[in-house]
């Protein structure tokens, strides 16, 4: 079956550096989109930014020019480049796959289990 892993989170301090990753991997499947959602505690889960297989981006007016999403199609795989880091990045990221298969025949979201960022004020 269809699995969505992110990783790359950690502790940075504020104006530092990470990079996220997401991958799907399984047994035929294509994926049409894929994306970044964060939230923190009390809050609901918000977009970031997504990329669809061919390419296109969208992103958050906020983050725009520290936060860029990419992908790997060859990898299955996203990523999310966070640069110059704010204490208001601290969130749990997760990843959103938009996915199908052979006996399924429209996209299904499958979501990763999250990765956490802490950014210290």
């Known amino acids: 079956q269809v699995q969505v892993v992110e990783s790359g989170g950690g502790l940075v301090q504020a104006g530092g550096s990470l990079r996220l990753s997401c991958a799907a991997s399984g047994s035929s499947f294509s994926i049409g989109a894929m994306a970044w959602y964060r939230q923190v505690p009390r809050k609901q889960r918000e977009l970031v930014a997504r990329i669809g297989s061919a390419g296109s981006t969208d992103d958050v007016d906020f983050v725009k020019g520290r936060l860029t999403i990419s992908g790997d199609n060859a990898k299955n795989t996203v990523y999310l480049q966070m640069n110059r880091l704010n204490p208001e990045e601290t969130a749990t990221y997760y990843c959103?796959?938009?996915?199908?298969?052979?006996?399924?025949?429209?996209?299904?979201?499958?979501w990763g289990q999250g990765t956490q960022v802490i950014v210290p004020s």
């Open positions: 959103n796959a938009a996915i199908k298969g052979a006996e399924v025949p429209f996209y299904q979201n499958y």
